[in-house]
């Protein structure tokens, strides 16, 4: 947060999961420089590496990447300690932060900038040398770059925008748990950029975005970056295609993808038209082979643009914080509820008679036992395998019959029920 004098704070605040959010905690106060940090969860409670400068003195001892920890929820954190050579890399000082535990809980962190590229740094001992991802390239410029691990592999994975002439595009990198360094060469996404065998990339992309799944696989997400500019995709590292995911309704500027607990992903994007903006939201089923129905969220007031997108996820439930505004922005947070998808069997009837109608409620395929489904005053509750039936009479004159299913930590969702006119009735003569 810049203050009036110039200078710049750094505060955490908690989230409960009801998504309350508790008061501000102060991390650093009084920083010449501070830039986008890094947050870890670790055994002892919290960690952030953020890329800082106390103050304009070239000798200040607190300059580069720093990290300070906290218990979780209570307590001051700590005094910031330097985990990176003090001299020779100046983008760690300057450089937007991402980390990852390795598998024994040591941080592999990177910092990524404008005109430096994208360092790597294991632990926290400022003695160690970090590694220059860029140097391969034998040019500038890379950045936006993010980093997470494969459970159950333990290998870190770096992802990273390039924008040098003839290898622009997404790439993902295999990092060496034991040094930090490369483990393999940089593999481009497929179909984005000159690298992916694209036409080139938008050289303005937002942040990049991208999060191991639980269950496996490393997902990346880039709204943009190609015209049209109206496109958020995803990819699976390793696969030959993207999937998209949203289309049209203005400029995609900044995406993020988020795993659930049961290995379920959330994909948010945001869209910008008319002098505003919003964020869309879609879910996946389990097995992340199929997403969900969109929900739709109006974007903070008087905000034009979304720069970052984060999140956390329950099972049901998603924490999403937005980085909006306009020239400036400031985080904003609301809680997201999965979709219900509701389905009648059959979906029309006849007019003046009373059908039996079965009623299918689902998580992105997944039956959802105890949902309510309601119509006309009546109502009756899913079983195990999600569906509950209902009597409906039409009107003879046809129409619709609106259904409704409701289910705690879900988002209602309503079909209608069609009803064809009865055939006139004839009197008999005498």
């Known amino acids: 947060m810049q203050r009036a004098d110039g200078l710049a704070d750094l505060f955490e605040r908690a989230l409960a999961p009801s998504g309350a959010l508790s008061a501000q905690r102060p991390i650093l106060g009084g920083f010449a420089t501070l830039a986008n940090p890094a947050l870890l969860v670790e055994s002892a409670g919290l960690r952030v590496l953020v890329g800082a400068q106390r103050s304009t003195d070239t000798a200040d001892p607190l300059r580069g990447l720093l990290t300070v920890t906290a218990p979780v929820g209570a307590g001051a954190w700590s005094a910031p300690t330097l985990t990176t050579p003090p001299s020779g890399e100046l983008g760690f000082a300057a450089g937007d932060a991402a980390a990852a535990p390795l598998a024994d809980g040591t941080p592999l962190a990177l910092s990524s900038g404008t005109g430096f590229g994208v360092l790597a740094h294991r632990g926290l001992d400022p003695s160690v040398a970090p590694f220059d991802l860029q140097t391969p390239f034998g040019a500038c410029c890379m950045g936006q770059a993010q980093i997470v691990r494969v459970t159950a592999s333990g290998t870190p994975t770096a992802i990273y925008q390039s924008v040098i002439s003839g290898r622009d595009g997404v790439f993902t990198q295999a990092l060496d748990p034991a040094t930090g360094g490369p483990a393999g060469p940089p593999v481009p996404l497929p179909g984005l950029g000159t690298a992916g065998g694209a036409a080139a990339a938008d050289p303005v992309l937002a942040r990049t975005a991208a999060a191991a799944r639980v269950g496996g696989g490393v997902y990346v997400t880039v709204p943009s970056g190609l015209e049209p500019q109206d496109r958020t995709r995803l990819w699976r590292a390793g696969s030959a295609q993207a999937v998209t995911l949203g289309g049209g309704n203005g400029r995609h500027f900044s995406s993020t993808v988020i795993p659930t607990p049961d290995g379920r992903l959330w994909v948010a994007w945001s869209e910008e038209r008319d002098g505003g903006m919003r964020i869309v939201l879609r879910r996946s089923d389990p097995t992340a082979s199929r997403f969900g129905e969109r929900v739709t969220i109006t974007g903070p007031p008087g905000a034009a643009r979304a720069f970052a997108l984060d999140g956390s996820s329950q099972a049901l439930r998603l924490d999403l914080v937005a980085t909006a505004g306009n020239t400036a922005s400031q985080p904003s947070h609301t809680q997201v509820l999965p979709p219900l998808e509701l389905r009648a069997t059959p979906s029309r009837i006849a007019g003046g008679r009373t059908t039996r109608v079965r009623f299918t409620v689902t998580d992105v395929g997944v039956p959802v036992a105890g949902a309510r489904v309601s119509a006309r005053g009546q109502s009756a509750t899913t079983a195990s ?31 209608k029920v069609d009803v064809n006119r009865a055939p006139a009735r004839r009197l008999a003569r005498r």
């Open 385 to 415: 395998d999600g569906t509950a039936r209902l009597s409906l009479r039409g009107a003879r004159t046809g129409g619709s019959i609106s259904v409704t299913a409701t289910r705690t930590d879900y988002l209602t969702d309503t079909v």
